[in-house]
């Protein structure tokens, strides 16, 4: 069964700090890994999305990596702003038996100003 | 173009009732899923449509609940005699292709159910 771990559940770091979040998966029969973010009261905003065959994504002051073997991936954020202040969340879809997408709890960061 | 969008966005019912939650996806998406997520509680997988492919129903947590997507396009969530535990936010998501290894899925805003 497939478990998904964020770590740090919470962070609160200065504005202009880069910061790293984890996610760890149990199974590496992986399709693909998605990291979202999650504003009060609102829905999921896409990121980055890693497919099983790639390392690493970047998207701007964003940097997501992948170590199937692992069962890692990292979400790296550079140049930290107060508007980056919200829950993130990494979300696993499963390589066989359907492509059901499991959530991680989330790690809630606070960025201050 | 336009998001996924979901209706109503918020519903309050009494234990026992049952109730419909509606998710209009992104034009063009094949793929649609259905998410709840309860209060202090991670996302929780319900349900995924891919095409006109048999549904994966494997989230659903009990027989009260079902799903039908229409015409490829809006689906309709319906949970029978609701009880206090289904209170959660119902979250419903839709990508382009869900089989090609490349399928964001974009979220819609969701819908806040509160059973009495």
């Known amino acids: 069964k497939q478990e998904v771990t964020q770590i740090p559940a919470a962070l609160s770091v200065p504005e202009g700090e880069n910061l790293v979040l984890n996610c760890s998966f149990t199974d590496s029969a992986i399709y693909n890994l998605q990291w979202f973010r999650q504003d009060p009261g609102k829905g999921l905003t896409s990121l980055l999305l890693?497919?099983?065959?790639?390392r690493e994504q970047t998207s701007g002051r964003l940097n997501a990596s992948l170590d199937k073997s692992s069962g890692r991936s990292t979400l790296y954020i550079a140049a930290s702003q107060p508007g980056d202040s919200a829950t993130y969340l990494c979300a696993v879809r499963r390589g066989t038996g359907g492509f059901k997408t499991i959530f991680g709890a989330g790690t809630r960061l606070f960025v201050k100003a | 173009g336009a998001g996924v969008s979901q209706s109503p966005s918020n519903k309050v019912t009494e234990k026992g009732k049952d109730v419909e939650l509606r998710c209009d996806p992104i034009s063009g998406h094949t793929a649609l899923y259905w998410y709840r997520q309860s209060l202090g509680q991670g996302l929780e997988f319900l349900i995924y449509?891919?095409?006109?492919?048999?549904?994966?129903k494997s989230g659903l947590p009990s027989d009260r609940f079902s799903a039908e997507r229409t015409g490829g396009s809006v689906s309709t969530l319906t949970i029978q005699r609701t009880q206090q535990e289904d209170s959660a936010v119902y979250l419903c998501a839709s990508s382009l292709v869900a089989r090609a290894g490349t399928d964001t899925q974009y979220f819609g805003p969701g819908t806040r159910l509160t059973v009495l």
């Open positions: 449509f891919q095409g006109n492919s048999a549904p994966d």
């Open positions: 890693i497919q099983s065959s790639q």
